[in-house]
């Protein structure tokens, strides 16, 4: 191989460039392809890296013979192609992120390792087809149950679907198969399940699908829809399009919670593959979704925000769902808002996006006043389902019991006592915020950071919801030693849910929160519960405000309004908002009429008031007169530098050198601060802010 070509790899490490490396003197040239990964030698260890590009030499390349050799291809076909590189160069230039840590963020986790592509079949089982008959099997009944389940699925069934039917029945397949009556066997990806029953969509919805399906290249298209005004139909229609057509679809969700409900909906309104991605999946199946997609194998891929990078050579359309929520931003190491990235990306490939919601993010809106996004209105519930009734409830002169008042507890009494079930929203979760002292006002605190522990009366533990350090509930105030004093102040879910059940006894009271449904499967179980209820009640934090479908739910009460109204950030006003409409949608989605019930100290409010007389689109439009005169986003640009470390003064000392450098190198910059973040101490961390 000659010396005189130069292969520049991104490899995952702090720095913003490439690094130079020599092909091996045995490589030959075919085998350096863009986009594959390789081992290289970095620093005093290896490293795996991707092949970004091939150059000759030139006087800014450094000669020769101070460059180390890549050791072993690993790849004959590139994971990423040119636009799915582009893409990521283009991430880390507007992220101002190392590249190889962009890159290395997009690949699975196998694969940024050494290690081979996973095969995108899943392994399965099936009957051999010698003569075996069930009855042979009488005395061993778990091996008989899953031969006649292997006996019905003439083309098998998957590993993974057999084993989490019956628990641990491994021992019971391994005999089977030394038996001869069964063997291992490669599943085909699942074939389109597609029902064939059509939804008759309502005049405002063909409209929209008619819309999306007429947008030519790149088109960004607002699809704003009130709670329960079918916008999944829509997204069906319009990607049942797309997918006839040859194409794929990426359809971006929230929230981990949202994916099995989506996914059985799309895979029944679609006559596609359907795939997943999402963080909660095994390392394996995340994997082989992310290689399907990268083949063009699945048609449809459902995911949360880390499913835009996954590369799709036929991508068509994607879908935002819930395009305002802040779960698409992500917040640690490579920082990125995956709606944002959606636009670019649709950008890049030249094809429509659908951003949905009920209560668009501001910016948006904003775009779409300006004409830069296409607005498709959907004002209208189908069939005979009509918006809820909300009503505010005044607590300031009640007396609350585990944060509910009388009125609100009257109200669900008729609701269940008609058979209707009732969602309570309280976006806190565990028993108490606070354990205090009532004898001296000692109050339980993280020792990692400032911040007050919960009390988790199931774990019987006091936990930081901050850095997750818990202990046991102390016998004797830690500051005057009394032992009989300890209370609890405050309320959260579990308490909500204990209340519930003294007060209706016999009524199912249902709680779902990231406590509850930790395990896996847990939230489909509750899920199923609620739909399989008559009268019951469900407590939950945003978890239930989200995308969420209970034909049953007449009634939704809104605990703790007053949260979101004290909060000193910009946004509040807009997040909170957006939280109080998505919940009250959850109400009267069927043939039954709902109402909403919210909470609050503040009955005059104008967020309140304006909310409830004028809409979201009214609200919105005043809060963006409100953010022009302030000449804040979107009207301005902010960044904001966060400074880290374990002591504070440095950090703070760092933030003022900043401070002192920024008049000869950003003049035109108005800066704030630095101020200490909300939380200054986290998990041993001070934290400051700089903003610019």
Same mark, same amino acid.
């Given at each position: *191989?000659n010396?005189?070509i !130069?292969i ?5 490490a702090?720095?913003f460039s490439?690094?130079d490396y020599?092909?091996a003197e045995?490589?030959l040239?075919t085998q350096l ?12 260890g290896?490293r795996?890296?991707?092949i970004?590009?091939?150059c000759?030499?030139?006087d ?8 180390k050799?890549?050791e ?5 076909i590139?994971?990423?192609?040119e636009?799915?590189r582009h893409f990521?160069?283009w991430?880390a230039?507007?992220?101002?992120h190392?590249i ?6 997009a ?6 390792q050494?290690k081979?592509p #996973?095969?995108?079949l899943e392994? +399965?089982w099936?009957v051999t087809g010698?003569?075996? #008959? ?5 005395s061993?009944p778990? =091996?008989q149950?899953i $031969?006649q389940r292997l006996?019905d699925a003439k083309?098998?069934i ?5 084993t989490?039917?019956d628990g641990?029945?491994?021992?019971a397949?391994k ?5 001869g009556?069964i063997e291992?066997?490669d599943m085909a990806p ?8 059509r939804?008759?969509?309502s005049q405002?919805q063909?409209?929209?699908v ?6 030519s290249?790149?088109?960004?298209l607002?699809?704003?829809g ?6 999944t139909?829509v997204?069906?229609h319009?990607a ?5 057509r040859?194409?794929q679809? $990426?359809?971006?969700?929230?929230e981990i919670a949202?994916t099995?409900?989506?996914l059985?909906r799309?895979?029944? +309104? ?5 795939a997943?991605?999402?963080?909660? $999946?095994?390392?394996g199946?995340? &994997? ?7 083949k063009? %194998?699945?048609d449809?891929l459902?995911?949360?925000? #880390?499913?835009?990078f ?5 991508l068509?359309? !994607?879908?935002?769902d819930e %395009?305002?929520?802040?779960?698409f931003? @992500?917040q640690e190491g490579?920082?990125?808002s995956a709606r944002d990235l959606a636009v ?6 030249n094809?429509p996006?659908?951003?949905?919601s009920?209560t668009?993010?501001l %910016?948006t809106?904003?775009n779409s ?7 498709l209105?959907l004002?209208q519930?189908p069939?005979?389902a ?6 505010l409830?005044d607590i300031?002169a ?7 008042c ?7 009494r008729?609701e269940v006592?008609k058979?209707h ?5 309280l976006?806190?979760?565990?028993y108490?915020?606070q354990?205090?002292?009532h ?17 988790h009366?199931?774990?019987?533990r006091l ?5 997750g ?5 102390p ?6 030693g009394?032992?009989?004093? *300890?209370i ?5 879910t579990?308490r909500?849910e204990?209340?519930l059940?003294e007060?209706f006894?016999?009524?199912?009271v249902?709680?779902?929160?990231r406590?509850s449904t930790r395990?896996?499967g847990?939230?489909?179980?509750a899920?199923? =519960?609620v739909?399989e209820?008559d009268a019951c009640?469900?407590?939950?934090t945003?978890?239930?405000a989200?995308?969420?479908d209970?034909?049953?739910v007449t ?8 949260q979101?109204?004290l909060?000193p ?5 807009e997040r ?5 409409l ?10 039954k009429?709902?109402k ?5 100290r503040h ?6 008031q304006t909310?409830l007389?004028?809409g979201? &689109?009214?609200?919105s439009r005043?809060e963006?007169t409100?953010r022009?005169?302030?000449q804040?986003p979107p009207?301005a640009?902010?960044?904001?530098i966060r400074?880290e470390?374990?002591?504070s003064?440095?950090? @703070?000392e760092?933030?003022q050198?900043?401070?002192?450098q ?9 800066l704030?601060g630095?101020?200490p ?5 986290k998990?041993?961390v001070y934290?400051?802010h700089l903003l610019l």
């Amino acid at each position: *191989m000659n010396n005189s070509i !130069i292969i520049k790899v991104a490899v995952a490490a702090p720095l913003f460039s490439l690094f130079d490396y020599l092909p091996a003197e045995t490589t030959l040239a075919t085998q350096l392809l863009p986009g594959c990964r390789v081992r290289v030698p970095f620093g005093r260890g290896k490293r795996i890296g991707v092949i970004w590009e091939i150059c000759d030499h030139d006087d800014t390349t450094p000669p020769a013979h101070r460059l180390k050799v890549i050791e072993e291809i690993l790849d004959a076909i590139p994971l990423l192609d040119e636009k799915e590189r582009h893409f990521l160069s283009w991430c880390a230039g507007y992220y101002h992120h190392p590249i190889g840590e962009v890159v290395s963020a997009a690949l699975p986790t196998r694969l940024r390792q050494s290690k081979q592509p #996973s095969a995108t079949l899943e392994q +399965g089982w099936r009957v051999t087809g010698n003569n075996l #008959s069930l009855h042979d099997f009488r005395s061993a009944p778990v =091996q008989q149950r899953i $031969l006649q389940r292997l006996l019905d699925a003439k083309q098998g069934i998957s590993d993974k679907q057999l084993t989490t039917l019956d628990g641990n029945i491994r021992p019971a397949l391994k005999r089977l198969q030394q038996k001869g009556a069964i063997e291992q066997c490669d599943m085909a990806p699942a074939p389109p399940s597609c029902s064939g029953k059509r939804v008759t969509l309502s005049q405002e919805q063909q409209h929209a699908v008619d819309e999306i399906h007429a947008a030519s290249g790149f088109s960004t298209l607002l699809l704003d829809g009130i709670t329960g005004s079918g916008k999944t139909e829509v997204y069906l229609h319009a990607a049942d399009q797309v997918i006839s057509r040859g194409h794929q679809v $990426l359809v971006l969700v929230p929230e981990i919670a949202l994916t099995p409900q989506l996914l059985r909906r799309f895979q029944r +309104g679609v006559a596609g593959i359907v795939a997943i991605s999402h963080s909660a $999946l095994g390392s394996g199946d995340r &994997e082989r979704s992310w290689m399907q997609a990268q083949k063009g %194998e699945v048609d449809l891929l459902i995911g949360t925000r #880390s499913a835009i990078f996954t590369p799709m050579p036929r991508l068509g359309l !994607i879908i935002i769902d819930e %395009e305002h929520d802040i779960s698409f931003k @992500q917040q640690e190491g490579f920082r990125y808002s995956a709606r944002d990235l959606a636009v670019m990306k649709a950008k890049q490939h030249n094809i429509p996006i659908v951003l949905g919601s009920a209560t668009p993010s501001l %910016e948006t809106l904003h775009n779409s006043l300006k004409d830069r996004y296409q607005w498709l209105k959907l004002r209208q519930r189908p069939g005979k389902a009509k918006p809820p009734q909300i009503g505010l409830v005044d607590i300031r002169a009640q007396r609350l019991r585990a944060g509910i008042c009388s009125d609100l507890i009257k109200s669900i009494r008729e609701e269940v006592d008609k058979d209707h079930q009732v969602i309570l929203f309280l976006n806190r979760r565990g028993y108490a915020p606070q354990l205090t002292c009532h004898a001296c006002g000692w109050i339980a605190e993280c020792r990692d950071c400032d911040a007050r522990m919960t009390w988790h009366q199931k774990l019987q533990r006091l936990w930081c919801h901050h850095c997750g350090y818990q202990h046991a509930k102390p016998e004797r105030c830690p500051d005057c030693g009394a032992t009989d004093s *300890m209370i609890y102040q405050g309320q959260g879910t579990e308490r909500v849910e204990e209340y519930l059940g003294e007060v209706f006894p016999d009524i199912q009271v249902i709680r779902i929160d990231r406590d509850s449904t930790r395990r896996k499967g847990s939230l489909e179980k509750a899920l199923h =519960q609620v739909n399989e209820s008559d009268a019951c009640i469900l407590v939950g934090t945003q978890m239930l405000a989200k995308g969420h479908d209970f034909p049953r739910v007449t009634l939704v009460g809104i605990l703790n309004a007053d949260q979101g109204l004290l909060n000193p950030d910009f946004r509040a006003p807009e997040r909170t908002a957006q939280l109080l409409l998505q919940v009250s949608g959850r109400a009267g989605r069927a043939d039954k009429p709902g109402k909403v019930l919210i909470q609050t100290r503040h009955p005059r409010d104008p967020l309140l008031q304006t909310l409830l007389h004028k809409g979201y &689109e009214a609200f919105s439009r005043e809060e963006l007169t409100q953010r022009q005169h302030a000449q804040l986003p979107p009207f301005a640009h902010q960044a904001l530098i966060r400074a880290e470390g374990i002591d504070s003064k440095k950090v @703070q000392e760092f933030l003022q050198f900043s401070i002192s450098q920024a008049p000869q190198l950003l003049p035109h910059i108005e800066l704030w601060g630095p101020t200490p973040a909300l939380i200054e101490r986290k998990a041993g961390v001070y934290r400051w802010h700089l903003l610019l």
